[in-house]
């Protein structure tokens, strides 16, 4: 009997479920010499264009206000609203997918036995991406964390998984754009935010980089683009203007802005006391605009929220004098920016004819102390900073050998073999020092390039230390200029050390070819530690005693812990603002219920979500701390009456 032919095997059913890639990348490395060239590449063609194209004017010519109407929220039957104010998101993955989490679920508050209902809205308060949209910044940086947070629901059919399936009832995504949105011409904000398009469970409405929500009970918000250092847009303010004639009598508003400018404002009018010569420095930009809004709602504006400094700080009406309260809450997932140098009791500002008198409320977060102790861990510059650490010791050794290179051959220094085997006769001692120096200072002489080079070290120092409203010729760049000063000083120090090592102990000529590559690889070492220990002490002690590198001495340490939010319930009687703190956030992750791990590799992670997939896509792998459940009041309730007076 013949064999029967072999029965082909039923086809697998394809496995149901929708195949996600999620990037999670690490805190962006500020002084990461790559990192320093291409963002000062992207500030520079910004502003340059920005100066020229304003992309607001594009907004506003292709949505005008009549298209443009306020954002309805209804929140729940009785009209109570609650919304999260989250900005500066989009650096590092722990950071922000934890920050992700909490903004996207209901959060308990063990110690005071309280839960906070998951937001009906989330307020984005700017920066929403680091370092700029470029290289497919907003997906890898925003989009992944935050539609892993709040995941859109997989469609049972898995050949149809990129269709939408509608949620009802899902919360609002409005966005702020900060000066990091900025710098690809807001064209990445508008794509995320201004389309319509789903934000995983989120949905978005607004139209363009400003817009106006309309709460129940007569409460707004108001979210402003005040671009990156320019005025406000004659149509933007064209458009706030229409819709302060819809505001009825008794309405309140909550701001946002970009940046706490009110801080600058503050800082200004205390220079002005204390120098003369200060008093011709005008308000910025951003200050200027930000007070015409506030001009324009008079008593009806309730809170001014900000972003920008990575930190949470309220600057509160002093007794019987007027003002909104004023809260900067920048703590979304960026690195942490420090509090101990606040004002607390600053100058008045003036908003048209009203001068406004602040005080700094006690509850900063982190506490000044925390603050100054964490700035004092910013030495530690080589172990946290390898690769700046190499660029400097770098520039240490083009700097020597650029000063041996023009007095390599006789005259003028005495022996042979230039400048290295000049410095080699002197042994390695205190006492040698000045005569070490004369020969430097004879080697500068007929080293036109070296001088040259040498007052570039000290200028670049000098702007570095008065970034911001002071000048290069200030008390602030002469103090830039002495740790220049100190980098050139250690480059020869090292010159002269391995000078002698090479020439005097290890016998080798100073003619021989193979001396150059040794310097080089001696300098990377010995001059990247000592080059980082000198610019991270300096970074301490310069802020310690002048204020100076209060960017610089946080950035560099990339601290992702210290997180902060807002959580706002809005009624019919008031305002109640719950500031919220996450010391520790989570750094070790597992895949969610209803997710299977398909690969993973590095910082890519390939994950198949089924239908049953309701949840998050990573939730804290065992032992890690809960983000939602591990939050904490910065300070009690702060409570704003809709009819303006005390609670």
Not at 22 to 34: D, G, I, Q, R, Y
Not at 90 to 116: F, P, Q
Not at 355 to 361: I, S
Not at 591 to 613: E, K, Q
Request: aromatic share 8%; charged share 15%.
């Amino acid at each position: 009997m013949p064999a029967m032919p072999p029965q082909d095997s039923p086809p697998r059913p394809a496995p149901a479920g929708r195949v996600e890639l999620h990037t999670h990348e690490p805190m962006v490395n500020w002084l990461s010499p790559a990192q320093l060239l291409r963002t000062a590449l992207r500030v520079t063609v910004a502003r340059t264009v920005g100066a020229i194209v304003d992309a607001r004017a594009v907004q506003a010519a292709l949505t005008p206000a009549a298209s443009n109407p306020p954002i309805p929220v209804s929140g729940s039957g009785d009209g109570t609203v609650w919304v999260d104010y989250l900005a500066d998101t989009g650096d590092g993955w722990h950071s922000t997918y934890s920050m992700a989490l909490c903004a996207s679920h209901a959060v308990t508050l063990s110690r005071d036995n309280v839960t906070l209902p998951r937001p009906d809205v989330l307020l984005l308060g700017g920066d929403q991406v680091y370092p700029t949209p470029a290289h497919g910044g907003y997906r890898t940086r925003f989009l992944d964390p935050f539609r892993a947070a709040c995941p859109a629901p997989v469609p049972p059919d898995a050949a149809n998984s990129e269709v939408p399936v509608p949620v009802p009832g899902a919360p609002l995504m409005v966005a702020t754009p900060g000066n990091h949105d900025w710098y690809d011409g807001l064209r990445g904000f508008a794509q995320l935010f201004c389309s319509g398009d789903a934000v995983g469970g989120w949905r978005t409405a607004q139209r363009t980089s400003y817009y106006v929500l309309q709460l129940p009970h007569g409460w707004w918000i108001w979210g402003l683009d005040l671009q990156l250092e320019s005025e406000m847009d004659r149509q933007q303010y064209e458009y706030f203007r229409g819709m302060q004639a819809r505001l009825a009598p008794g309405d309140r508003v909550v701001l946002c802005t970009p940046e706490p400018s009110w801080i600058d404002e503050m800082a200004r009018l205390a220079r002005s006391q204390r120098r003369a010569w200060r008093a011709d420095e005008t308000r910025t930009p951003r200050f200027r605009s930000l007070s015409r809004i506030e001009l324009l709602l008079g008593d009806q504006l309730a809170v001014v929220l900000a972003g920008d400094q990575h930190h949470y700080a309220r600057y509160t009406p002093r007794a019987g004098t007027p003002g909104p309260e004023r809260i900067t809450c920048g703590g979304g997932g960026a690195f942490l920016h420090g509090t101990h140098q606040l004002p607390e009791r600053p100058e008045p500002i003036a908003i048209g004819s009203t001068r406004q008198h602040y005080r700094l409320a006690d509850s900063v977060y982190p506490d000044a102390a925390t603050s100054r102790s964490l700035r004092d861990r910013a030495w530690q510059l080589p172990v946290r900073n390898a690769s700046f650490c190499a660029l400097v010791a770098l520039l240490y050794f083009l700097l020597d050998w650029i000063l041996h290179s023009a007095n390599a051959a006789p005259p003028p220094l005495p022996g042979s073999g230039g400048l290295i085997g000049a410095l080699a006769q002197y042994p390695l001692a205190v006492r040698h020092v000045p005569e070490v120096c004369c020969v430097l200072l004879r080697a500068l002489l007929h080293s036109p390039a070296s001088v040259l080079s040498a007052l570039g070290v000290l200028a670049f120092f000098a702007a570095l230390a008065t970034r911001g409203a002071s000048g290069i010729v200030s008390w602030d760049g002469l103090a830039g200029a002495l740790h220049g000063l100190l980098h050139v000083a250690l480059a020869f120090a090292l010159l002269w050390a391995f000078s002698r090592l090479n020439v005097a102990v290890l016998g080798i000529s100073p003619g021989d070819w193979r001396l150059v590559p040794l310097l080089l690889a001696e300098i990377l070492v010995a001059g990247g530690v000592l080059g980082g220990l000198l610019f991270g002490i300096w970074m301490v002690l310069a802020n310690r005693l002048w204020g100076l590198h209060r960017e610089e001495v946080f950035s560099s340490q990339a601290i992702d812990g210290y997180k902060c939010l807002l959580r706002m319930r809005f009624d019919a009687d008031a305002l109640t603002i719950h500031p919220l703190k996450l010391e520790t956030v989570c750094h070790r992750w597992s895949p969610g219920h209803g997710v299977t791990m398909l690969r993973r590799f590095g910082r890519r992670w390939r994950l198949r979500a089924s239908p049953a997939a309701q949840g998050p896509r990573f939730v804290p792998s065992p032992g890690e701390p809960v983000p939602q459940n591990d939050l904490h009041r910065i300070e009690p309730p702060i409570v704003i009456r809709r009819d303006g007076r005390a609670p």
